[in-house]
Structure formats: C-alpha cells, structure tokens
C-alpha cells in the first residue's frame, strides 16, 4: 500500500503493510525518537504530532496518515541546535534517563502552539499520557511553565 | 504492527461498508484506539470510515448532532466545562488519546468505564444509524449494536450529571453513575459487564432495584458488592440533595 504525507517538513511517499502502524513505519526509517513503550496507547513514549496535535503513533495505522503533517523532535531542532523546550528541559533537569522525553517534548510543543500561556492545569492535562518513571513530573512541567 | 491485517477496505458509501462488514473477519474501522490496542488476530480486513462519518459538532435551533467521527477532545473543546466537556475529558486521562478517540467508537464499543458513554446513556440520545439500506434513528438505550452509526443527536436543553469512583483519578472507574434530572432515570457503568439503568425518584432505591444491582456487582479487588452499592447511593444523594 502507498501513502503520501509531510514528514518532518518534507514531502514523502511510503510504502507499508496494510498492518503496519505509525510508529512502526518511523522506527523503520530511523526515526529513533520514537520510542517503543506498550504499543497499547498506554504510555505515550511513541508520541508523535499529527497535524500539530499530540498522538501516540503506535496506534495510528498507516493508511490513515494520508495528506496529513507528521512531526517527531528531529523536526524540532537538532544536536547542535537545540529547540528552546529541549533546552528548557536541560536547565531544569527535567530529563533523567531520558525514554520518555522525546514524547513529553512533542506533547509539550502541542500544548504551546494551541496555549501560549499555558496554566499549571493545563500543563500536567497535557503531559498526563506520557508516562514517566524517573522525574515525578515536577522539573518537566517546570521546564513548560518557565517558557 | 497489526500482523493479522491483510487489506484495508476504503468503501464508497455506507452500504458498500455494511457489506463489506458482513464477511467474517473483517471490522469497521474510524479511530482505532480500542481495536489497535487490541490487535485481534482474528481479524484480516480493516473497513475505514473515517472518510464516510462526519467529525464536527453542529448546534441547529434546540438540538445538537455531533458526528460519530468526532474525537473527546474535539467534544471536550467544544463544551468545554458543561458536564458533556468534563465528562470528555475524565473518559481518558491522555490527551493523545482524546485526540485519536471517537465519541463513536466509544458507543460501539460499549464501554462502560466511559464517563461520556454512561452521560450519553442518561441523556438517551438518540443514534442515527445505517442498518442494512438506510438511516434510522434509535435510543441509545434501545440500540441493538447493529449498524454503523454516524451520528449522536440529543436536545440542547437536558439536566444531567455524572459521577465516576475510581482508586486514582486517572485510573478508569470502576463505578460511574450518571443522573437525568428531568426523566429521573440513572445509569450506572464502571468495571461491569453492560449498563444498568433505572428509575430513581426522590434519590431512594426500592427493593427491586437493590436487588438488580446485587446481581450487578461482583466482589472483586474493587471493593464488595454492598460497597459499590453504597457509592451508588452516595452518588444519588449528591445528586438529588
């Protein structure tokens, strides 16, 4: 089956299994951000933007993917050239091993491009379907607030 | 990956949908977050009709239509803090899943632990639904599972409530009881095997509602049967005074 979408900004033409998933399909194309968690929607490791809304990709079906925008932290800055929200999650220290924070980042980015001024409640609304085990959730919702 | 998927149908119209559906091993697919988690193997052929099912909210005169194809963050925008946008919001506690769930898929689904489910089920909304050739409109309460729905239709001016018990608030209720002031009639989901609904007056439970619910409840780690017939209770007095 074929798909036409934007990835990352750019025009992209896929080719996939009627069963493979969104995640699976970005994995395959080194798309390492993207994590592997539960592949059951239950902890948002494998989160994505669709059309600037936060969605996690491993239940997304490929077909489904059609004309729309895809986005992953590799379309938001880059090793040397860090997204003000990954660079605010460093000074916080809101990242400790680090799994789960491409996706708290892409849920994060969501959250500013509809809010721009974001409550404590809206925040911690945002970030609940990202799952986390090290940080307790303080420094990256302090990583938010602070933008 | 769906391993077990070998074709996915994007049919024309409803009908061709409907009878694409009656082949053994085939489901009709809008936002997918309940079968991809599931990833049944029994089934080989995804009919999407994400394309054939509207997603938008429409307000007309005295009644509201919401699409099928409409996701509980779309509902949760929409109604914002009127009981229909919290109850959105509590069926889920991921964002990313609200933006991928519909308000649809969680009828067809039946679940039970959906706080917006058992509103919709005090509400008794009515359904539009393509069975076999045609639209016919159903009571939600009265729906037999059969079709492919497409719209959920209800009066602006309603008096509902809904309450939802669970261990932490973003784990799913095991208990949700929703009211309708005006008919007076409650519905109660959670961890349970269906709705139950019936009438209340005055917030007292008779004899043979007691009964109903004794055999409603299951002792589990939850709590015991009288447990959650007491939060039933509770839950009727908070809304009837």
């Known amino acids: ?147 | 990956m769906w391993a077990s998927i070998q074709n996915i149908e994007q049919p024309a119209t409803l009908l061709e949908a409907n009878k694409l559906n009656d082949n053994k091993n085939s489901v009709l697919f809008s936002g997918g977050t309940y079968l991809v988690a599931q990833k049944s193997k029994e089934v080989h052929t995804l009919i999407d009709i994400n394309h054939l099912i509207a997603s938008k909210i429409a307000e007309e005169g005295e009644q509201i239509s919401i699409g099928a194809g409409v996701t509980l963050q779309q509902m949760e925008g929409h109604f914002d803090k009127d009981v229909i946008g919290r109850s959105a919001h509590q069926s889920c506690y991921s964002k990313n899943i609200r933006n991928q769930r519909t308000i649809g898929g969680e009828i067809a689904q039946k679940s039970t632990t959906s706080q917006i489910n058992v509103l919709l089920h005090a509400i008794n909304v009515n359904l539009k639904v393509f069975v076999n050739d045609r639209t016919t409109e159903v009571d939600i309460n009265s729906w037999d599972g059969e079709g492919i729905i497409s719209e959920i239709v209800f009066a602006k001016d309603r008096n509902v409530d809904v309450k939802g018990y669970s261990v932490i608030p973003s784990a799913p209720p095991f208990i949700v009881v929703g009211y309708n002031y005006t008919t007076k009639m409650c519905v109660i989901g959670g961890r349970t095997n269906g709705f139950a609904n019936f009438v209340v007056e005055d917030g007292k439970i008779d004899e043979a509602v007691e009964e109903k619910l004794a055999e409603f409840f299951a002792d589990d780690h939850h709590g015991s049967c009288n447990y959650k017939r007491h939060l039933v209770k509770v839950a009727l007095r908070d809304f009837t005074g």
């Open chain 1, 1 to 147: 089956m074929k798909v036409t979408f934007t990835l990352n900004g750019k025009e992209t033409k896929a080719e996939f299994a009627p069963g493979e998933t969104l995640f699976h399909y970005l994995r395959s194309q080194e798309i390492y951000s993207v994590k592997n968690g539960c592949e059951l929607g239950e902890c948002g490791a494998c989160t994505a933007l669709v059309d600037n809304k936060a969605q996690n990709s491993c239940l997304i079906m490929m077909h489904t993917v059609e004309g729309k925008k895809i986005e992953t932290v590799e379309n938001l800055g880059s090793k040397n050239n860090l997204h003000h929200l990954q660079q605010k999650f460093l000074d916080e220290g809101a990242v400790q091993c680090g799994y789960c924070t491409p996706g708290m980042i892409l849920a994060s980015e969501a959250l500013l491009r509809e809010n721009k001024q974001p409550s404590t409640e809206d925040i911690r609304d945002a970030l609940a379907g990202n799952l986390c085990r090290c940080t307790g959730y303080v420094k990256p919702i302090k990583a938010v607030s602070h933008e």
